[in-house]
């Protein structure tokens, strides 16, 4: 088993940029892929970015260029340095891991809101 806690949300204004932080606690060895999803309100939830345990990214068109996701294996961390924030990032951010065939884990969800 997995847990996931996100940290790092808040209000920022257009431009802005702010890091989330996700730590996993049990077993973090087992983990292959890491990443973030999000949900705007009244949407559907979202990809966001995603990182292999090689380091190889995977990023959505709409953050690519803005958005950097890292991990730290060995703490069973992954972050998310979010720059040049839209008014449409507004959104809960999810982390979700999972292992190789596993299923996913999935955080709580923390709160980004880009507002001027």
């Known amino acids: 088993q997995v847990q996931l806690v996100e940290s790092g949300g808040g209000l920022v204004q257009p431009g802005g940029s702010l890091r989330l932080s996700c730590q996993g606690s049990?077993?973090?060895?087992?983990?292959?892929?890491m990443g973030w999803y999000r949900q705007a309100p009244g949407k559907q939830r979202e990809f966001v970015a995603t990182i292999t345990d090689a380091g190889s990214p995977i990023y959505a068109d709409s953050v690519k260029g803005r958005f950097t996701i890292s991990r730290d294996n060995a703490k069973g961390t992954v972050y998310l340095q979010m720059n040049s924030l839209k008014f449409e990032d507004t959104a809960v951010y999810y982390c979700t891991a999972a292992p190789i065939g596993g299923a996913d884990y999935w955080g709580q969800g923390t709160q980004v809101t880009v507002s001027s």
């Open positions: 049990g077993n973090i060895r087992s983990l292959y892929v």
